[in-house]
Protein backbone atom coordinates (compact mmCIF):
# COMPACT_ATOMS: atom_id res chain seq x y z
CA UNK A 1 0.00 0.00 0.00
CA UNK A 2 1.23 3.30 -1.30
CA UNK A 3 1.77 5.81 2.16
CA UNK A 4 0.03 8.78 0.01
CA UNK A 5 -2.11 8.83 -2.78
CA UNK A 6 -5.37 10.07 -1.46
CA UNK A 7 -7.82 12.81 -0.86
CA UNK A 8 -11.11 13.07 0.88
CA UNK A 9 -13.47 15.36 0.34
CA UNK A 10 -16.16 15.12 2.87
CA UNK A 11 -19.21 16.53 1.75
CA UNK A 12 -22.48 15.48 4.24
CA UNK A 13 -22.94 18.19 6.47
CA UNK A 14 -26.24 18.77 7.23
CA UNK A 15 -25.92 22.87 5.75
CA UNK A 16 -28.43 23.76 8.68
CA UNK A 17 -26.33 27.45 8.90
CA UNK A 18 -25.70 28.22 5.44
CA UNK A 19 -29.49 27.47 4.48
CA UNK A 20 -29.09 25.46 1.13
CA UNK A 21 -26.58 22.39 0.93
CA UNK A 22 -23.06 23.41 0.75
CA UNK A 23 -22.27 20.80 -1.86
CA UNK A 24 -23.49 23.48 -4.49
CA UNK A 25 -21.49 26.22 -3.09
CA UNK A 26 -20.66 27.98 -5.71
CA UNK A 27 -17.30 30.72 -6.40
CA UNK A 28 -17.20 32.11 -9.87
CA UNK A 29 -19.75 29.84 -11.54
CA UNK A 30 -17.81 26.53 -10.48
CA UNK A 31 -19.03 24.43 -7.66
CA UNK A 32 -16.56 24.80 -5.10
CA UNK A 33 -15.66 21.11 -4.57
CA UNK A 34 -14.68 20.92 -8.08
CA UNK A 35 -12.31 23.69 -7.74
CA UNK A 36 -11.12 21.22 -4.41
CA UNK A 37 -11.09 18.35 -6.52
CA UNK A 38 -9.03 20.31 -9.58
CA UNK A 39 -6.59 21.64 -6.56
CA UNK A 40 -6.17 18.41 -5.16
CA UNK A 41 -5.27 16.75 -8.28
CA UNK A 42 -1.96 18.56 -8.44
CA UNK A 43 -0.85 16.33 -4.87
CA UNK A 44 -3.21 13.01 -4.97
CA UNK A 45 -3.41 10.23 -7.67
CA UNK A 46 -7.08 9.52 -5.72
CA UNK A 47 -10.07 11.88 -4.72
CA UNK A 48 -12.57 10.35 -2.23
CA UNK A 49 -15.69 12.37 -2.10
CA UNK A 50 -18.23 11.11 1.00
CA UNK A 51 -21.45 12.20 0.62
CA UNK A 52 -24.83 11.06 0.94
CA UNK A 53 -26.12 12.67 -2.18
CA UNK A 54 -24.47 11.20 -4.86
CA UNK A 55 -26.89 12.50 -7.07
CA UNK A 56 -24.92 15.46 -7.48
CA UNK A 57 -21.96 13.92 -8.94
CA UNK A 58 -23.40 12.17 -11.71
CA UNK A 59 -20.67 11.48 -14.25
CA UNK A 60 -17.98 12.12 -12.05
CA UNK A 61 -14.73 10.28 -12.32
CA UNK A 62 -13.59 10.88 -8.92
CA UNK A 63 -15.00 8.01 -6.26
CA UNK A 64 -18.69 8.69 -4.73
CA UNK A 65 -19.16 6.75 -1.76
CA UNK A 66 -21.42 7.20 1.41
CA UNK A 67 -21.20 7.19 5.37
CA UNK A 68 -20.84 3.49 6.31
CA UNK A 69 -21.66 4.43 9.92
CA UNK A 70 -24.57 6.59 9.31
CA UNK A 71 -25.73 9.59 11.17
CA UNK A 72 -22.75 10.11 13.70
CA UNK A 73 -21.31 12.94 11.89
CA UNK A 74 -17.94 13.77 10.35
CA UNK A 75 -16.22 10.78 12.31
CA UNK A 76 -18.74 8.52 10.06
CA UNK A 77 -17.21 10.53 6.76
CA UNK A 78 -13.71 10.06 7.78
CA UNK A 79 -14.45 6.39 8.60
CA UNK A 80 -15.65 6.03 4.88
CA UNK A 81 -13.00 7.55 3.30
CA UNK A 82 -9.83 5.36 4.90
CA UNK A 83 -11.87 2.20 4.52
CA UNK A 84 -12.04 2.92 0.27
CA UNK A 85 -8.45 4.80 0.42
CA UNK A 86 -6.06 3.36 -2.02
CA UNK A 87 -3.12 4.55 0.77
CA UNK A 88 -2.22 4.12 4.51
CA UNK A 89 -2.24 7.83 4.89
CA UNK A 90 -5.48 10.01 3.45
CA UNK A 91 -6.01 13.36 3.31
CA UNK A 92 -9.41 14.56 4.63
CA UNK A 93 -10.81 18.28 4.15
CA UNK A 94 -14.68 19.49 4.23
CA UNK A 95 -16.42 20.65 1.01
CA UNK A 96 -16.86 23.99 2.25
CA UNK A 97 -13.21 24.74 3.11
CA UNK A 98 -12.32 26.88 -0.17
CA UNK A 99 -8.68 28.02 1.07
CA UNK A 100 -6.49 24.39 0.06
CA UNK A 101 -3.18 24.69 0.72
CA UNK A 102 -0.61 22.38 -1.45
CA UNK A 103 2.13 23.78 0.12
CA UNK A 104 1.25 22.89 3.20
CA UNK A 105 0.03 19.58 2.65
CA UNK A 106 3.30 18.93 1.27
CA UNK A 107 4.94 19.77 4.68
CA UNK A 108 2.03 17.48 6.34
CA UNK A 109 3.49 14.53 4.33
CA UNK A 110 7.87 15.43 5.02
CA UNK A 111 6.45 15.47 8.62
CA UNK A 112 4.85 12.30 8.20
CA UNK A 113 7.70 10.66 6.32
CA UNK A 114 9.21 8.68 9.19
CA UNK A 115 6.65 8.39 11.51
CA UNK A 116 4.13 6.09 12.54
CA UNK A 117 1.34 7.71 13.97
CA UNK A 118 -2.42 7.46 13.39
CA UNK A 119 -2.80 11.06 13.25
CA UNK A 120 -1.22 14.25 11.93
CA UNK A 121 -3.27 17.41 12.92
CA UNK A 122 -2.91 20.84 13.35
CA UNK A 123 -3.31 22.32 17.03
CA UNK A 124 -5.01 25.84 17.89
CA UNK A 125 -5.25 26.95 21.56
CA UNK A 126 -6.11 24.01 23.05
CA UNK A 127 -8.20 22.70 20.19
CA UNK A 128 -7.66 20.72 16.66
CA UNK A 129 -8.28 21.77 13.25
CA UNK A 130 -10.35 18.42 12.46
CA UNK A 131 -9.48 18.94 8.16
CA UNK A 132 -6.49 19.81 6.46
CA UNK A 133 -5.19 16.96 8.14
CA UNK A 134 -4.25 13.47 7.48
CA UNK A 135 -5.15 10.38 9.39
CA UNK A 136 -4.59 6.81 9.25
CA UNK A 137 -6.45 3.46 7.68
CA UNK A 138 -4.80 2.20 11.17
CA UNK A 139 -7.60 4.15 13.10
CA UNK A 140 -9.92 2.26 11.42
CA UNK A 141 -11.01 0.18 14.63
CA UNK A 142 -10.22 3.21 16.88
CA UNK A 143 -13.00 4.84 15.19
CA UNK A 144 -15.72 2.13 15.39
CA UNK A 145 -14.83 2.03 18.59
CA UNK A 146 -15.30 5.65 19.29
CA UNK A 147 -18.62 5.54 17.91
CA UNK A 148 -19.61 2.20 18.77
CA UNK A 149 -19.54 4.36 22.16
CA UNK A 150 -21.48 7.16 20.60
CA UNK A 151 -18.69 9.20 21.18
CA UNK A 152 -18.61 11.51 17.65
CA UNK A 153 -15.86 14.09 18.57
CA UNK A 154 -12.70 13.78 16.46
CA UNK A 155 -11.15 15.45 19.03
CA UNK A 156 -11.36 13.40 21.77
CA UNK A 157 -10.80 10.72 19.29
CA UNK A 158 -7.13 12.34 18.22
CA UNK A 159 -6.40 12.90 22.07
CA UNK A 160 -6.65 9.14 22.58
CA UNK A 161 -4.82 8.10 19.47
CA UNK A 162 -1.01 8.61 18.36
CA UNK A 163 -0.84 11.82 17.05
CA UNK A 164 1.57 14.21 15.55
CA UNK A 165 0.57 17.83 16.05
CA UNK A 166 1.57 20.65 14.05
CA UNK A 167 1.68 23.33 16.35
CA UNK A 168 -0.06 27.04 15.54
CA UNK A 169 3.06 28.94 15.21
CA UNK A 170 4.39 26.95 12.41
CA UNK A 171 1.38 26.61 10.60
CA UNK A 172 1.16 30.07 10.35
CA UNK A 173 4.57 30.06 8.26
CA UNK A 174 2.30 28.86 5.93
CA UNK A 175 -1.16 30.48 6.61
CA UNK A 176 -0.58 33.60 8.42
CA UNK A 177 -4.16 34.65 8.73
CA UNK A 178 -5.32 30.92 9.32
CA UNK A 179 -7.36 31.12 6.23
CA UNK A 180 -6.30 27.40 4.97
CA UNK A 181 -8.81 26.60 7.50
CA UNK A 182 -11.43 28.79 6.68
CA UNK A 183 -14.96 26.88 6.31
CA UNK A 184 -17.87 28.73 4.81
CA UNK A 185 -21.17 27.70 7.44
CA UNK A 186 -22.95 30.89 6.96
CA UNK A 187 -24.09 33.27 4.45
CA UNK A 188 -21.88 36.03 6.06
CA UNK A 189 -19.10 33.08 5.41
CA UNK A 190 -19.69 33.38 2.05
CA UNK A 191 -20.24 37.33 1.54
CA UNK A 192 -16.96 37.43 3.78
CA UNK A 193 -15.03 35.50 1.45
CA UNK A 194 -16.59 36.68 -2.07
CA UNK A 195 -15.64 40.04 -0.84
CA UNK A 196 -11.80 38.97 0.00
CA UNK A 197 -11.53 37.50 -3.66
CA UNK A 198 -13.05 40.91 -4.94
CA UNK A 199 -10.16 42.67 -3.33
CA UNK A 200 -7.72 40.16 -3.97
CA UNK A 201 -8.37 40.97 -7.58
Not at 57 to 71: A, H, N, P, Q, R
Not at 102 to 129: H, M, Q, S
Request: proline share 1%; net charge positive; hydrophobic share 40%.
Amino acid sequence: MKRFGTAVILAGGKSSRMGFDKQLLKIDERRLIDNLRIKLRQEFDEIIVVTNNSQYYLGFSDKIIKDIIVGKGPLSGIHAGLKEAKSRYVYFVACDMPNINIEYIRFLKRELKDLNVKACVTRYKGWIEAFNAFYSGDMIEDIEKHLSGNQRSVNSLVAEVSTHYIEEEKAREFSPNWDMFLNLNTRDDLRNFLRTIENRD
